[in-house]
């Protein structure tokens, strides 16, 4: 299934015909180059995003660093902060909790609790992540791929690696 280009987009982009190559074929390349891309940068960058239940230990601070991001939104976040298995605590964004969309969870003064209790997995936090819309150099960066499997391009090649390189160290700089 394709996710961030579609076929028409690579026939725009490399002007090849449906006679050069079918359909099929460009969507073969398509899987492949978005395959690698989420592979190459550790995410998925589908739009609407995925909703997930995690549980995270609680960290002793007023802190916590969910998994996944961007963070789209946050529907719930309990906290079971005697560690009987219980969650106590139900908090609410905005009035207890504020989050940004790197992942990073904040307390405020107002919460109830002043940290996250330090115990294993007595944070539950259900959220969805990802992105509202494919980012545009993610999808000029997978028609770029198939443009260059077609069409082998020592130039196109260099500019891919040059935006795979400049994406992971900026990943790595806001993780």
Do not use: C, H
């Not at 739009?47 to 960290?59: A, F, K």
């Not at 990073?104 to 997995?121: H, M, P, Q, S, W």
């Not at 960066?141 to 069409?151: D, E, F, G, R, S």
């Amino acid at each position: 299934m394709v996710k961030y280009i579609t076929v028409d987009d690579v026939r725009d982009f490399t002007k090849v015909t449906s006679t050069e190559y079918s359909d099929s074929a460009i969507t073969k390349m398509i899987e492949y180059a978005e395959s690698l891309i989420d592979e190459r940068l550790a995410s998925n960058f589908v739009s609407g995003g995925d909703t997930v239940t995690e549980y995270y230990d609680g960290t002793g601070t007023k802190f916590l660093i969910l998994d996944n991001y961007p963070i789209l939104s946050i529907t719930s976040l309990d906290v079971d902060d005697d560690n009987d298995g219980t969650f106590e605590y139900s908090l609410t964004e905005g009035t207890d909790y504020e989050f940004d969309s790197w992942g990073r969870v904040t307390l405020t003064d107002d919460a109830g609790i002043a940290v996250f209790a330090k115990y294993v997995r007595n944070v539950k936090v259900i959220y969805k992540y990802g992105y509202s819309d494919v980012p545009s150099i993610i999808k000029y960066l997978a028609t770029a791929i198939v443009a260059n499997l077609i069409q082998r391009n020592a130039e196109l090649q260099a500019e891919i690696d040059d935006l795979f390189n400049r994406l992971t160290k900026l990943r790595m700089t806001l993780a």
